[in-house]
T-cell receptor, first 114, second 110 residues
């Protein structure tokens, strides 16, 4: 399977704990996006990478959130000191090129903070 | 600030009829307009797009219309099939970001 993969698919954690999600994009895709989706809403942009460089971050991405993409391949999204409001689906998408091009989404990681 | 609005959260259509999904936007600087389809427990899947310089794009049963003066985007599915039942998101691309609407859940009744 050469699509975008995300791990884990589901995560339940207690408030205050740290969590880390992983995204493996399609191998030749140099752009990688992270989104958050809550019930009844569309995906909301969090951040994106062009190769290993994090080029843009949304104001939704508080200082408890950090994303990395070492070596321009897989990416991780870490949430520190989770809060109940962090409960959402976290989606990763990748695309090729330096501007607009079709995005391919992963299946998402559903986070539940108790 | 919701830049993209899908005012109909749900739509039901008989199989074989036309499905029309609508989307309104506020930002005139968008470069591309897109529609995504999403099944439960899966990520969104790209369906069709249109450049801001065009007003129509067709791909098989799917046609997207762009009315820039009204800042309105629509997706027509003809004929509708039960497999089209999903949540549809409109999205806009500008400045290296994608902005998504809230989605419309389409149910095609056999």
């Amino acid at each position: 399977d050469t699509g975008v993969s995300q791990d884990p698919r589901h995560k339940i954690t207690k408030r205050g704990q740290n969590v880390t999600f992983r995204c493996d994009p399609i191998s030749e895709h140099n752009r990688l996006y992270w989104y958050r989706q809550t019930l009844g809403q569309g995906p909301e942009f969090l951040t994106y990478f062009q190769n290993e460089a994090q080029l843009e971050k949304s104001r939704l991405l508080s200082d408890r959130f950090s994303a990395e993409r070492p070596k321009g391949s897989f990416s991780t999204l870490e949430i520190q000191r989770t809060e109940q409001g962090d409960s959402a689906m976290y989606l990763c998408a990748s695309s090729v090129g330096i501007s607009y091009n079709e995005q391919f989404f992963g299946p998402g990681t559903r986070l539940t903070v108790l | 600030d919701q830049q993209v609005k899908q005012n109909s959260p749900s739509l039901s259509v008989q199989e074989g009829r036309i499905s029309i999904l609508n989307c309104d936007y506020t930002n005139s600087m968008f470069d591309y307009f897109l529609w995504y389809k999403k099944y439960p427990a899966e990520g969104p899947t790209f369906l069709i797009s249109i450049s801001s310089i065009k007003d129509k794009n067709e791909d098989g049963r799917f046609t997207v219309f762009l009315n820039k003066s009204a800042k309105h985007l629509s997706l027509h599915i003809v004929p509708s099939q039960p497999g089209d039942s999903a949540v549809y998101f409109c999205a806009f691309f500008t400045g290296n970001q994608f902005y998504f609407g809230t989605g419309t859940s389409l149910t095609v009744i056999p």
